[in-house]
């Protein structure tokens, strides 16, 4: 299947920094990114869709200044977490659309982001 | 917008046995119900989908039926090994294959 590969697969940061997480879509182009967040032993939910130069699309109460993401080429999704604090510490995941024959999305193996 | 709910929470089968998942969806004008199984710490794997124009879909041990006047659909799957043990996801979605809204999750244990 098509390779969505997310980097970095965990990272500790300080409370009130920011953090960067980065969502490749390796063998194939992807015009649509999807990112999700997971609580433990919780569901996915759907934070923001990342459109290729345009403005990505936030789900109702997400804060997009707090969650800013850049799809600025047709391989790369980028999500930064501003500001952080500890009840942003979760498990982030990206996914991509593919297209052509193969109609499914492929996800990302996720980062874990603890905020201390 | 949607909502998906799913039951049951855990489900405990013998080696051998059958599992079955059950899910509804909210929004009739969803037409993509995919299902996935995700292991601690991993990322969601897709085991196996249904579009609605389909009413069962089945892949080996795995089938998937789908019911839209109920809008409900369901996870079977046969000869459970332990290797099926993991939290399996429903999800729906209209029109998109990534844009997805996932069930609660079921927390699979297959003993031997």
């Known amino acids: 299947g098509a390779v969505v590969s997310q980097h970095p697969s965990w990272v500790i940061c300080k409370s009130g920094t920011s953090v960067k997480i980065e969502c490749r879509s390796l063998d194939f182009q992807a015009t649509t990114m999807f990112w999700y967040r997971q609580f433990p032993k919780q569901s996915l939910m759907l934070m923001a869709t990342s459109n290729e130069g345009s403005k990505a699309t936030y789900e109702q109460g997400v804060e997009k200044d707090k969650f800013l993401i850049n799809h600025a080429s047709l391989t790369l999704s980028t999500l930064t977490v501003t500001s952080a604090h500890p009840e942003d510490s979760s498990f982030y995941i990206c996914s991509a659309e593919t297209g052509g024959s193969r109609t499914e999305a492929f996800f990302g193996q996720g980062t874990r982001l603890t905020v201390v | 917008g949607e909502n998906v709910e799913q039951h049951p929470s855990t489900l405990s089968v013998q080696e051998g046995d059958s599992a079955v998942i059950k899910c509804t969806y909210s929004?009739?004008?969803?037409?993509?119900f995919p299902w996935y199984k995700q292991e601690l710490g991993k990322r969601p794997q897709l085991i196996i989908d249904i579009r609605s124009n389909v009413g069962e879909k089945k892949d080996q041990r795995i089938a998937v039926t789908l019911n839209k006047t109920a809008k409900h659909f369901s996870l079977h799957i046969t000869e459970t090994q332990p290797e099926d043990s993991a939290v399996y996801f429903c999800?729906?979605?209209?029109?998109?294959?990534?844009?997805?809204?996932f069930g609660a999750g079921t927390q699979v244990v297959v003993t031997p």
């Open positions: 929004d009739s004008a969803s037409n993509y």
């Open positions: 999800a729906a979605s209209r029109d998109s294959w990534g844009k997805l809204q």
